[in-house]
């Protein structure tokens, strides 16, 4: 049992012994519901300021770089769950609120149609994974699996290349090529997508610990972020 997402790792469930309530479906999707509304409240919160002419950008540094904190806290501490995952999705809408800001500020119009698409996406994904369209094989883990370890590694490089002055080639281009780049990586994140939805029917199955519909949640949620700035890219580079 693997997942593309490195918050959802094979051992997360083995970790976590099943003890007292056991995990649920049902639980685990009202915690998504919750930490999305976290997320959204906090985005929408960084949004209407940068409305009234407020420089966000120290918003934006605090959510980017404390959900970093706590999404690693999370990830080493499952049972923290409870408590980190309603934080990393609040400091997390502070970064993405902000971002959302300054693209919409550029391009009119641009953030509805990247929320509408991460949404539409997600949807379309659980719809065919739910009705085993999409079934999760070995080869299809390791093929997501693979990519998404790659598109790590790129960013990663393009970070340390940006210290010098440079970047990683048609990454960020709006040219042909730059598009492709930007439509694969789009693909891998919503496929991660599916081997999330897998993970945690597994946690399910498997009567993990009650803890685990949040943390869960909160893997899903890391995935759904990453694919909506992938998105919010994917548009910016059309437009122009």
């Known amino acids: 049992m693997r997942s593309g997402n490195p918050v959802l790792k094979d051992d997360t469930f083995q970790r976590s012994a099943s003890s007292g309530k056991a995990m649920t479906l049902g639980g685990t999707t009202a915690k998504i519901a919750l ?45 923290a769950a409870p408590v980190t995952a309603p934080i990393y999705a609040a400091l997390e809408g502070f970064f993405i609120g902000g971002i959302s800001a300054f693209v919409e500020g550029a391009y009119s119009g641009i953030v509805i149609q990247a929320v509408s698409l991460t949404l539409a996406v997600m949807g379309a994904l659980l719809i065919l994974y739910a009705t085993r369209v999409i079934k999760v094989t070995r080869n299809f883990r390791l093929m997501v699996v693979s990519a998404t370890l790659g598109i790590f590694l790129v960013y990663l490089v393009n970070f340390i290349l940006n210290f010098f002055g440079m970047t990683v080639p048609y990454l960020h281009s709006s040219g042909p090529i730059g598009i492709g780049i930007s439509l694969f990586i789009v693909a891998i994140a919503a496929l991660n997508l599916v081997l999330d939805f897998d993970f945690i029917e597994k946690g399910v199955n498997r009567g993990a610990p009650k803890h685990m519909e949040w943390y869960g949640a909160f893997g899903l949620i890391v995935t759904l972020v990453w694919l909506y700035i992938e998105i919010l890219r994917l548009l910016q580079k059309l437009r122009r």
């Open 35 to 79: 930490l999305f509304i976290f997320l959204v409240g906090t985005a929408a919160y960084t949004w209407y300021q940068y409305s009234l002419g407020v420089d966000v950008t120290l918003m934006m540094i605090i959510g980017a770089i404390g959900g970093l904190i706590f999404a690693l806290i999370t990830a080493f501490f499952p049972k």
